[in-house]
């Protein structure tokens, strides 16, 4: 990640047109110009609304626009045929840009000139020399010292031709390694993202409180078997004053063989996992489970009552007609379009038989029927709702590569931008005056501006030394 | 309630705190210099003060959450962040001259801030995470690291200009700001230290999605802006470090990274709409 490394390695051997196709593949500009495009489609993604059925697009489109962009993917851009080629692409990029890199970083790691001669002395800028009064090995000792308060690792020594002595230090090496790791967790990601595609699923499940389940239904509409069951023991859900929502929680238990292995409650942001399958709370509702219906005479005295078992015809003791609980509504909308609240759809069998007569008796309004005239009228007494709840039944087999890639890709990012490889020489030797001289210079790969503070703080102690 | 009031303080304060960083521009004293960064370490004390009292306020109504869930506390902790990440920023590079168009950031953004509701409602189910805080904090010092690299670069630009023009005017009002090579090295290392966090911000957002929700990427549009932003600055520090963009293209790279961002954070909520509900007509 710097100027001092390479960016071009790998030499390509055969005919011209792999050369050009892999300069192409390595080249910035691809890197940039992806990046960019990329980040154009996504604004076209976020501009038009995606994956809505299709009849709403007509309410914001004309109908030749819609054809057009249903034809191009724009509705499910994010998975058109285009976008994913980007992607690839991109995937490509980095694949390539990673071979063509790994010798200079691997070389740039290995690399220890270990001896601080002429040639690399000049390619020093912050070169320094220092004569001391002191025997050499004395300051051979302060400098091992002083130098190794920075560069904790183990420093090499090498004795030189004229009798000194060579010292190299070096530190952070492996931040050079930071290039994979960004690079890596990308494709990393993408292919965890990929697994989960093609081995995984999103399903949605609703299961009525007491009752199991052994397979649920995935968003492209397949049944999925489950090796196990899941049963909702029960549901809530809880309300703040204000009417908005406070909490959602389903008691689940997982059975197997019949019996049960776990059990827990889920809420919002506590999810059940098990054998690799994840249960949400997304959503709930309700369905009557028993409606107790009254037969009413004009005068207010009851004539009959039942309690009908919804969606099951049955006869009211003490009047002919048969009646079934058929329908159900949460929010009932009344003639004049206001809300009329819960309502049950009754069918009314007569005795003399002849045509069924269908009626809606609502919950909160018991005489609401009286207005449709006759001698009697009906009225529901009681309604048991059964509750069910709405789960998001997740398999993901690839998201643990993605949270792994997602680490690794932090980690990389925090370690390219604040770590450097700093290397470090000094040379001792005696000058012809007979005093001990010491050359000291240093690189880093990266930061160079805060690793020249560190160096000038380091020759100022060394300077110090008496 | 309290908080509003200190709210309401701290909004003063910025302002005032702006009015000192353009006038320490315009005067050149840096005495009017000194009084800026303390007015604008003044405004992030009393709005610490009103956070906290919110905060405090919230568990005394018995909701007990921490004010980061609609817009207007969303709004305020921005202008806090902005606040606290400029004045670190400032000391760590030495950029005083750059206040006078980043400080007028905290003080807009609360009076924005202000048009907005601010009772303090219960959270919703989906907003009851762990992951609420850790998600929000690591966005925003993101975002006010890149505004202060938008400050800076756009600083850059005019300095730039003017060194080209006169390359050598000492005493001009130019020569008072940083040179146009530090601009772009400070510039560049605001990037440096919010991408990282940006970073972190989308994957905790990501994680926390997958246990809401159970899809870690849903493309909605905040998570789409977010990606964005963060190619629009990948675009930039590849381009910075393996073929040494500097100068002018890099700092226009700059500004519009920042737009894009204040469009992730702003104009998703208003404009369009998805799971990031805390802002938005409905």
Redesign the interface.
């Given at each position: 990640m710097s100027a001092d490394e390479p960016v071009k390695t790998a030499k390509t051997d055969g005919p011209d047109w792999i050369a050009k196709i892999w300069d192409f593949l390595t080249s910035l500009k691809l890197v940039v110009i992806l990046l960019l495009i990329l980040s154009a489609l996504s604004i076209v993604g976020t501009i038009i609304e995606q994956n809505k059925p299709l009849q709403e697009y007509y309410r914001f489109y004309q109908p030749g626009t819609v054809a057009l962009f249903s034809k191009l993917g724009l509705f499910d851009m994010y998975h058109s045929w285009w976008f994913v080629a980007c992607l690839s692409l991109l995937a490509l990029n980095i694949t390539a840009c990673t071979m063509d890199r790994y010798r200079g970083i691997m070389a740039g790691m290995r690399k220890r000139n270990l001896i601080l001669d002429e040639k690399l002395s000049k390619s020093l800028q912050n070169l320094t020399t220092i004569r001391y009064a002191l025997p050499l090995d004395t300051v051979a000792k302060k400098v091992v010292e002083l130098a190794g308060k920075g560069f904790s690792g183990k420093h090499v020594v090498t004795t030189a031709e004229d009798g000194g002595s060579h010292y190299f230090f070096e530190k952070g090496k492996y931040s050079r390694l930071a290039f994979f790791m960004t690079h890596l967790s990308i494709l990393i990601i993408f292919l965890g993202a990929m697994i989960g595609s093609f081995f995984g699923y999103k399903a949605y499940v609703n299961i009525f409180e007491g009752e199991t389940v052994s397979q649920v239904e995935t968003r492209a509409g397949k049944i999925q078997n489950l090796n196990f069951q899941v049963k909702c023991n029960t549901f809530h859900a809880e309300f703040y004053s204000s009417g908005a929502p406070m909490d959602y929680r389903s008691d689940l238990s997982i059975l197997q063989n019949g019996k049960e292995v776990i059990r827990k409650t889920i809420r919002v942001n506590d999810p059940l996992t098990f054998e690799g399958v994840t249960f949400y709370q997304s959503s709930y509702g309700g369905q009557p489970d028993q409606v107790a219906i009254e037969v009413v005479n004009r005068d207010g005295s009851v004539k009959g009552s039942v309690t009908a078992p919804f969606g099951r015809t049955v006869e009211i003791p003490g009047v002919a007609d048969k009646v079934e609980a058929a329908d159900y509504q949460e929010h009932f909308h009344l003639p004049d379009g206001s809300e009329g609240g819960r309502a049950i759809g009754v069918n009314v069998y007569p005795a003399k038989g002849g045509q069924p007569a269908g009626l809606w008796l609502l919950v909160n309004d018991p005489e609401y029927d009286k207005q449709r005239g006759g001698d009697t009228y009906f009225r529901v007494k009681d309604l048991k709702l059964k509750k069910y709840t709405g789960l998001q039944v997740n398999r993901d087999p690839g998201e643990i590569l993605v949270w792994l890639g997602s680490i690794l890709l932090i980690a990389g990012i925090m370690i390219a931008f604040f770590m450097s490889h700093k290397k470090l020489w000094i040379s001792l030797r005696t000058d012809n005056k007979g005093r001990s001289e010491l050359t000291i210079g240093g690189t880093a790969n990266k930061n160079r501006d805060a690793f020249a503070r560190e160096m000038e703080q380091m020759i100022q102690s060394l300077k110090e030394v008496s | 309630m309290t908080n509003s009031l200190l709210f309401g303080i701290a909004t003063f304060v910025y302002f005032f705190a702006m009015v000192l960083y353009v006038s320490y521009l315009a005067f050149r004293s840096e005495m009017l210099g000194k009084v800026a960064s303390l007015s604008m370490l003044g405004g992030v004390v009393v709005e610490t003060a009103a956070i906290g009292m919110r905060w405090y306020e919230s568990y005394q109504m018995g909701i007990g959450r921490a004010p980061l869930t609609n817009l207007y506390e969303s709004l305020a902790f921005f202008a806090w962040t902005f606040a606290v990440i400029y004045l670190v920023l400032e000391r760590k590079f030495k950029i005083r001259t750059v206040g006078a168009f980043v400080a007028p950031f905290p003080f807009l953004i609360m009076a924005y801030a202000a048009l907005n509701p601010n009772d303090i409602?219960?959270l919703?189910?989906?907003l009851?995470?762990n992951?609420l805080i850790s998600h929000v904090v690591t966005c925003f010092v993101g975002y006010a690291a890149f505004a202060v690299s938008f400050g800076v670069s756009f600083l850059y630009l005019f300095k730039a200009g003017s060194e080209k023009r006169s390359p050598k005017s000492a005493g001009s009002f130019w020569d008072f700001l940083p040179s146009s090579a530090a601009l772009d090295?400070i510039g560049y290392k605001t990037i440096?230290?919010g991408?990282?966090l940006l970073?972190?911000g989308i994957?905790t957002g990501?994680?926390?999605a997958?246990?809401?929700?159970?899809?870690?990427?849903s493309?909605d549009?905040k998570e789409?802006?977010s990606?964005?932003v963060w190619?629009?600055y990948?675009?930039y520090l590849?381009?910075r470090?393996?073929?040494?963009w500097r100068g002018k293209r890099a700092a226009i790279l700059s500004i519009v990274g920042f737009a894009?961002t204040i469009f992730c954070y702003l104009g998703?909520n208003l404009i369009?709409?998805g799971l990031h509900s805390y802002g938005g007509a409905s």
């Open positions: - | 409602q219960p919703v189910p989906a009851k995470s992951w090295e440096a230290i991408f990282p970073t972190i994957v990501a994680f926390w997958n246990v809401a929700w159970g899809t870690y990427w493309w549009p789409t802006w990606l964005i190619l629009i990948a675009a590849h381009a470090i393996t073929r040494g894009a998703v369009l709409s």
